[in-house]
């Protein structure tokens, strides 16, 4: 049962050269708190678990943190912040969790340029933290 209440928030794929895990935000329930870059309880729970099952994979890490499109009303902080802010949060929760800071590859904030929703940039599944595993190509020679 909680397994599966977590589930809704994760969505897997596959990209160019390795497998995309994207943990997303559902209707009323964030995985950051607006504008913040303080993980929730909830998506601590589900960083465990995707650190768990990635702490022995051979494949370096990127982690990037996307916005929805609803403009932030924080002052001086943009999208930009906010996202780049989530995603080293996130950084920090897998590493806690097992995940060696040397198969970290990169940590990036897309703000809304990448919407997962296209035709709704304000759908809150585009709040999310994708957690690429990127896996090195065989040597050839």
């Known amino acids: ?3 599966k209440e977590l589930k809704d928030h994760i969505m897997i794929d596959t990209v160019e050269g390795g497998v995309r895990i994207q943990i997303v935000d559902l209707e009323g329930e964030p995985m950051f708190p607006l504008s913040s870059a303080e ?4 998506a601590r729970e589900i960083l465990k678990v995707v650190a768990e099952n990635i702490k022995d994979e051979p494949a370096r890490v990127a982690v990037e ?3 929805d ?3 932030f009303r924080g002052g001086k902080t943009t999208n930009w912040e906010l996202s780049t802010a989530r995603a080293s949060s996130a950084r920090r929760e897998i590493e806690r969790y097992g995940v060696a800071p040397e198969k970290i590859a990169r940590v990036v904030g ?3 340029t990448l919407p997962l929703i296209k035709d709704d940039p304000k759908d809150p599944r585009n709040r999310r933290i994708s957690i690429i595993l990127m896996f ?5 020679g």
């Open 1 to 3: 049962e909680k397994l």
């Open 39 to 42: 993980p929730t309880e909830k």
């Open 65 to 67: 943190g996307h916005t």
């Open 69 to 71: 499109a609803v403009p």
């Open 110 to 112: 897309y703000a809304d």
């Open 136 to 140: 090195e190509k065989e040597k050839q």
